[in-house]
Structure formats: C-alpha cells, structure tokens
C-alpha cells in the first residue's frame, strides 16, 4: 500500500512532466539537422564577365550536399539554390574558377559542392553571315520527295563564341516530313553544327527562324554515288597526301527524277588538313545538296589521310570545270578559269604530266541565277593516283549564271 501511494501521489503534477517529456523528445527529434544530398543539379551561373566576351565551362551544373531540419527539407527545390563563378577583370582566356553555391532559406546549410572547381573558358563574341541550308527528316508520301523552292531569308547571322562561329559555315533549318505529297511552306527554326556532326549550341541566330517553300515531287527512286572529300588548308611543308581512303566510298541517295540525275557524287563536309605531317583518320559529316534524300542510316564516313613526306613538288595551272549546270541556264563568268596546284612526287612522273589533260570541278547543283562563290572539288582530274596534292590557290572560284 505503501508503494502504491507513493506512485500515485501527487500524480497530476507526474503526468503534466510526461507529457512535458514527450513534446520535447518530439520537438527535438522533427526538427533535428539531417545531412544529405540534394537530389537536383544546380546551373552554374558565369557572373560578372565583361561586355563582348562569353564564357564556356567544362561544367554547367553543380551538385550539393546539405545540412537542414526536416521541416526545411519538405519544402527545398533547385530554386532555393544559386550557383555561380565570378569572373570579375577577367580577360579572354582560361582559368580555374572556384563554384560559390548560396541557399535563399537560412535553415539550410550547403555543406559540400561537386565540382568544386570549374575550368572557364573565356572568348570574344563573333558575328558573321552564314547561308542557310535545309535539312529534311523523315520522308515525304511514298513515291514522293521534298526540295526546297525558295528559303527567306537565304542567310542568317551567326553569334556566339569566336572557336565556335569559326565551325559555323552553314545555318540548318530542319523540316520534319511526315507523309507529304503536296507542295507546303514551313517556318523552322535554325541550328549550326561542325563538320564531325556535333551541334555548336552556344550560337544565336538573327533571325532565329526562316520561311520555307517546299515543292512535293514524284520521286525517280534511288541512286548510288560516290563520296568525294573536300579539304581546306595546306599540310605541313615538305609533306603531302599520299593516298586516301574513305569508309563508306559511297552513298545511296533519293531524289526528284532532275536532281537525282545531275548528282554524279555527294561531297563531304571541309576537311581541314592545316600543318599534318602524319596519317590521319577524320569522322566528318556529308554536304548533302538541296533536293536529296539520303538513304542511309548515318551521313558520318571516316576519312583516311595517308601523309608522306615528298621527293620532288612543282606547280600547275589546272582548268576549272564547271558540272550540274541547269539545262536551262548558262556561265557568264568564271573567275579565275583555272587553279594553281603544287603536286609532289617521283621526279619522272611529275614531268610526264600533260596539264592540259588536268581538271578540277565545281558543282553548280540547284544554284540560282546570280554570282557567287563557291568552293572546287580538291580531287584532280586526271592526276596520277602515286601524285599528292600540297596546297591549292585560291580557295574558292566566283561563278556568274544566268539565263539562256
């Protein structure tokens, strides 16, 4: 009896500290820190960076580690978080720059970041005008293929940073085709990508979108052709390409009955071939032309430079010919008619050559009465498979067509 008082004495005072005990372990164990990783990725903010340059990180986002109450944690998303460099004085060129992450509720601490540190890349910004080129995915109605009639406006500026507008030769407007057998105008939006394919994404297009005419055609079926490289540049000196080799050789290709025929091969993407002294194997993409489908899975080949050094080089003149010319149109000009090449190799053969018998061509495919410039094929005509080509000038041919 007399436990049993004393455990029930006083016991409204006893049950009020219980329950004073509970809310307190209550309190205490909802609102303990926790450490854990934020699930999101944070953007990482170039800040301070001075007018006319842009900044490239190896790193866009961050991710975090943080210290807050349960209560604080319900309610956390990517907008509670900052993540920046600063680049403040900075001048073009590159740097290692530590990430500061900030957090807008106090509650939450940012304990630990990843990466830390981040390479910044700093360039000029660069504009320049661009032709605009379309690209069609997918395919028209069976029996049908799509072309470009007109394109407004035909170029586009460029702007971005200077190592990317560099790789911009081209604006691309993608049209999706999806059963069309009737003629249709598309408004599409504008992408730039290098040679090997890869999509520059830090360039801006003015105007951002074009208008696109597109006429609707029976298509003449299908058709083989070769795949010709095209390159800029010169080689090293005293070096010279002595063979190559392309994977696949060539491409199948569908098109209106007209353009199908006038397409003898596809050429590639510019292969810039700039002070190589040794064998080289390049991925770049295909210059598809306007009006031309092509069939096969992927427009990437592999190109094999074999580089040799010479034994003997000596200059020619070679003619420039003119290929794929509308039926219906005529040259008014070529300036110049014909090219310098510098071919290097045996002494005997470079002196059995008759350059009379030596051609290069340019590809007039789908080019409208006007005048402009336009790129040659870098493969000779004519020219001994043992000899190798060091340089050409000029780069380009200026061409004035007109009407019959």
Known sequence: MKLSKKIFSNWPSKLISVIIALVIWIYTTTNAS????????????????????????????????????????????????????????????????????????????????????????????????????????????????????????????????????????????????????????????????????????????????????????????????????????????????????????TALISGSANTIAQTKYIETKLIDISGLNQTKTITISLNIPSGIVLEDKTNLVKVTLTISQVEAVENFSIKVNPVNLSADQRIISIAPPSIQATIAGSRDLLDSINSDLLSVDIDLTNRKNSTFSIPYSKTINGLPGSLSVISFSPETISVQLGNK
């Not at 520059?200 to 609707?216: G, M, N, T």
């Open 34 to 249: 926790s450490v854990v990783n934020f699930p999101g990725k944070i953007i990482i903010e170039p800040r301070n960076i001075q007018g006319g340059l842009v900044a490239l990180l190896d790193n866009d986002s961050v991710s975090i580690k943080i210290r807050s109450d349960s209560i604080a944690l319900k309610d956390i998303s990517t907008d509670n978080f900052k993540a920046f460099v600063d680049l403040s004085g900075l001048s073009s060129g590159t740097y290692e720059k530590d990430v500061t992450v900030t957090s807008a509720n106090s509650n939450i601490q940012i304990i630990d970041r990843d990466p830390r540190v981040v390479t910044v890349k700093i360039e000029p910004i660069v504009t320049k005008t661009v032709p605009v080129r379309v690209k069609f995915e997918a395919k028209a109605a069976d029996g049908f293929s799509a072309i470009e009639k007109t394109i407004s406006p035909p170029e586009v500026e460029v702007q971005g940073p200077e190592s990317e507008i560099k790789l911009a030769n081209e604006a691309v407007a993608t049209i999706k085709l999806s059963g069309e057998n009737n003629n249709f105008t598309k408004v599409a939006s504008l992408s730039a990508f290098s040679a090997d394919g890869e999509q520059l994404k830090d360039i801006k297009f003015y105007p951002s979108e074009v208008s696109v005419d597109v006429v609707v055609d029976k298509t003449a079926g299908t058709k083989t052709v070769s795949i010709k490289p095209v390159f800029q540049g010169n080689l090293a000196d005293g070096y010279a390409i002595s063979s190559v080799t392309i994977d696949p050789e």
